[in-house]
Nanobody
Framework: QVQLVESGGGLVQAGGSLRLSCATSGQTFSRSDTGWFRQAPGKEREFVAA????????YYGDSVKVRFTISRDYAKNTVYLQMNSLEPEDTGVYYCATRVAPSARSVFDIRAYDYWGQGTQVTVSS
């Protein structure tokens, strides 16, 4: 069974940094696309970033480009999201998700993913 566990969230002041981790198990990590999404109170879950199974292709939402960096460590079966220059608008629950089967849907599409973690809270104070 595929499991994803997020960690690294917390409370940070605006302008600060956090690094989120998504530890995965039960899948062929090296052949899985993985993404990060976030959900603010009262809002829909939105795409943040994704990384292709090869690690050579990355994707970012417009609001986080330049500030966030997604990466993966094959030895640790973990995907990271480095978040710099955080803003209060970045507050929300951050989820990682992975897809283990080929999909015609774009990595930006929430429906493209087969498995989700429980999420980790990120709060950015002004």
């Amino acid at each position: 069974q595929v499991q994803l566990v997020e960690s690294g969230g917390g409370l940070v002041q605006a302008g600060g940094s956090l690094r989120l981790s998504c530890a995965t198990s039960g899948q062929t990590f090296s052949r899985s696309d993985t993404g990060w999404f976030r959900q603010a109170p009262g809002k829909e879950r939105e795409f943040v970033a994704a990384i292709g199974w090869s690690g050579g292709t990355t994707y970012y939402g417009d609001s986080v480009k330049v500030r966030f960096t997604i990466s993966r460590d094959y030895a640790k079966n973990t995907v990271y999201l480095q978040m710099n220059s955080l803003e209060p608008e970045d507050t929300g629950v951050y989820y990682c998700a992975t897809r283990v089967a080929p999909s015609a849907r774009s990595v930006f599409d929430i429906r493209a993913y087969d498995y989700w973690g429980q999420g980790t809270q990120v709060t950015v104070s002004s």
